[in-house]
């Protein structure tokens, strides 16, 4: 991989993992897990494991929805 991606994606993982532990707010952790999984599969791909960043592109949604459920369940 290109180090300029590899410093971005990087830096994006670390902004997604930094924001996960300083927001409060709900719906803001969930957005920072989205950036925190968006900054990871990058490197899941570079390494070769297609089916890895197959299956964590496709759960990462899925239980997003979910913990939006969840959340809105125990606001209401």
Known sequence: MI???????GLVALLGAVS????RDSYGKVI???I???????????????DVAIAVS???PI?????L???RREQA
């Open 32 to 34: 920072s897990l989205g």
């Open 63 to 67: 239980a997003t929805i979910f913990i």
């Open 69 to 71: 459920m969840v959340v």
């Open 3 to 9: 180090v300029a991606l590899e410093v971005a994606f």
């Open 20 to 23: 996960t532990a300083l927001v």
């Open 36 to 50: 925190l999984v968006a900054g990871i599969v990058p490197f899941i791909v570079d390494r070769g494991y297609l």
């Open 58 to 60: 496709l759960i990462a």
